[in-house]
C-alpha cells in the first residue's frame, strides 16, 4: 500500500527552506565559476534577500504554537527583521547603482558587457567589471579577476569616457582594447 502524503504547514516550509537553499547553492556554485546572474531591469540577488526575509517571517508565525504566539510574532515580526535587513541591503546591494554598456565586436559575433559605477569624494573613483554573456539569458561570465579601478581629479569626463569604451580598438573578435588619457587596458574574450 502507498502511504499519501498530504501538504501540511510543516512540509510546506521544509520545501520552502529546501528550495531556497537550492537556489543558494546555485548562486555560490556560479559565483566559484566566475558566473554571475545580473539584469539590468531586476537585481536578482535582491529578490532572494527579500525572499529569505519573508521566510523567516512566515515561519516563526506558521511554527508558533499558540494564537498569542502567532499574533506576537505577526505583529512584532517586523520590528526585529527590518532593522536586520536594512543592514543587509546597505552592507550588500548599496553598490552606487552600477550602470551595463554593451559593446559588440566589428563582426558581431561576440558582446561585451561593461559593469560600471562611480562614487566621489574629493576624487572620482571609476570602477568596471567586465563580462561576457553565456548560453543562459540572465547569467553572464565574470572576465577580469580583478576590478578595475581608476581615479580621477577635477575632469567632467563620464564614466565611460574615462575607461575609453565610446572608441575601442579590436583586435579580431576575441580582443578589445580600452585607450583614454587615464588607463589602457585589455580584455581578452
Known amino acids: 500500500m502507498i502511504k ?8 510546506i516550509l521544509i520545501l520552502a527552506a529546501l528550495i531556497l537553499i537550492v ?6 556554485m556560479l559565483a566559484l565559476n566566475d ?3 545580473f539584469s539590468s ?8 534577500f527579500t525572499a529569505h526575509f519573508i521566510y523567516i517571517y512566515v515561519s516563526l508565525i506558521v511554527v508558533s504554537k499558540t494564537k498569542a504566539s502567532k499574533v506576537f510574532w505577526g505583529a512584532s515580526g517586523p520590528f526585529f527583521l527590518v532593522p536586520v535587513a536594512v543592514v543587509g541591503w546597505f552592507l550588500f546591494f548599496n553598490e552606487n547603482n552600477p550602470e551595463y554598456y554593451y559593446l559588440s565586436s566589428p563582426n558581431s ?5 561593461i559593469k560600471y559605477s562611480n562614487w566621489s569624494l574629493g576624487e572620482t573613483n571609476h570602477y568596471y567589471d567586465f563580462f561576457q554573456p553565456s548560453a543562459f539569458p540572465m547569467i553572464k561570465k565574470k572576465i577580469n579577476k580583478e576590478t578595475l579601478h581608476i581615479m580621477t ?4 569626463a563620464g564614466d565611460l569616457d574615462v575607461l575609453g569604451a565610446y572608441d575601442p580598438k579590436w583586435s579580431g573578435e576575441k580582443t578589445v582594447q ?3 588619457k587615464y588607463n589602457n587596458i585589455t ?3
Open 178 to 180: 580600452f585607450n583614454s
Open 35 to 37: 558566473y554571475f546572474i
Open 41 to 48: 531591469e531586476l537585481s536578482i540577488n535582491l529578490v532572494i
Open 4 to 11: 499519501q502524503t498530504h501538504l501540511t504547514k510543516k512540509n
Open 23 to 28: 537556489i543558494d547553492l546555485l548562486i555560490y
Open 109 to 113: 559575433t561576440q558582446t561585451l558587457i
Open 187 to 189: 580584455i581578452n574574450l
Open 153 to 156: 581629479r577635477n575632469t567632467d
